[in-house]
């Protein structure tokens, strides 16, 4: 080599044993929701009322139903760590067991809607035509009744139970998804994936099923998330009402009912139930929008 000539560069070699690994879609979503604080918080929240909820028969302090005429309206104390109610049952042990009947209301109510709102938003939106047309008029009337007046007076026409109120709230909720699906398989509809697969010669069901059904699955899951708080808030207020779950078996909102008539001698009984589902509907509100951002393929 002369003087004159630089010498040449170092070849650089990647290490044979460097792989590349394909993230799944459900381990990049949990990773972008480990990363958003609040989210975690209200998944934490969560997971504790449904541990409340199922351990309930092994956790309460007391029977629910149990009455006490010589602890009638304690207040919080060593004994009864949340005070007791207007007949002496401990409220403690009500607001753990009440959370039973709210998660029940808002977990089912949220599974009926799925189930029948899902299927006609994806034949809506995938077959159109005066199918979707037929559809969409009747999912925009029942739109037009707020939420909770529809919910009252399917449970009025039902009769006052639990059961029935489920059912009531589930009704009133699937005209949310049957909108939601059948715009996001209007979008899916026309992407080149869907020709790609119909071009090959999947028929139509496949092509739903297979293909446009799984890719509009997340934004289905961050509604229900979000529509569970809102089933938790309709179950309370249908309780409160009395057309939901009926004594002597607890429930948040029929606590606040028989609350109101002791604000000011016992206003325990109404803090703590109110708490609890302020709690819960802040904890699933706040758990849907971090869920939003780490489904979306579009978040950094």
Not at 157 to 186: D, H, K, S, Y
Not at 248 to 269: I, V
Request: charged residues 15%; hydrophobic residues 55%.
């Amino acid at each position: 080599m002369s003087a004159g000539t630089a010498p040449a560069p170092a070849r650089v070699h990647p290490p044979e044993d460097e792989t590349f690994v394909i993230e799944s879609p459900g381990r990049r979503a949990w990773r972008r929701l480990r990363r958003r604080p609040a989210a975690m918080a209200s998944l934490a929240v969560v997971l504790v009322i449904v541990a409340c909820a199922l351990l309930a028969p092994w956790i309460a302090p007391y029977d629910p139903t149990a009455q006490s005429w010589s602890a009638v309206r304690q207040a919080p104390s060593a004994a009864y760590w949340l005070g007791t109610d207007e007949v002496g049952r401990d409220v403690l042990s009500r607001v753990i067991w009440g959370a039973r009947a709210s998660l029940a209301a808002g977990v089912v109510s949220v599974l009926i809607a799925m189930a029948a709102g899902v299927p006609l938003g994806l034949l809506a939106g995938y077959v159109g035509g005066w199918t979707d047309a037929v559809l969409s008029r009747l999912t925009d009337a029942m739109l037009a009744i707020p939420f909770l007046i529809l919910a009252i007076a399917l449970a009025a026409f039902l009769g006052p139970n639990l059961t029935n109120a489920m059912i009531a709230i589930g009704v009133t909720a699937t005209p949310i998804f049957i909108r939601l699906t059948r715009g996001q398989v209007l979008a899916a509809r026309s992407e080149e994936w869907v020709e790609a697969a119909r071009a090959v010669g999947n028929p139509h069901w496949r092509i739903a099923l297979r293909h446009v059904l799984p890719n509009v699955l997340p934004p289905i899951l961050v509604q229900a998330t979000l529509t569970i708080a809102t089933a938790v808030i309709a179950e309370a207020s249908l309780s409160f009402l009395g057309l939901g779950q009926q004594p002597p078996m607890p429930s948040w909102g029929s606590m606040l009912n028989s609350a109101q008539r002791f604000l000011a001698q016992a206003p325990w009984m109404a803090i703590f139930p109110g708490m609890a589902i302020f709690l819960t509907v802040l904890a699933f509100n706040v758990l849907g929008d971090g869920l939003r951002d780490a489904l979306d393929p579009r978040s950094k």
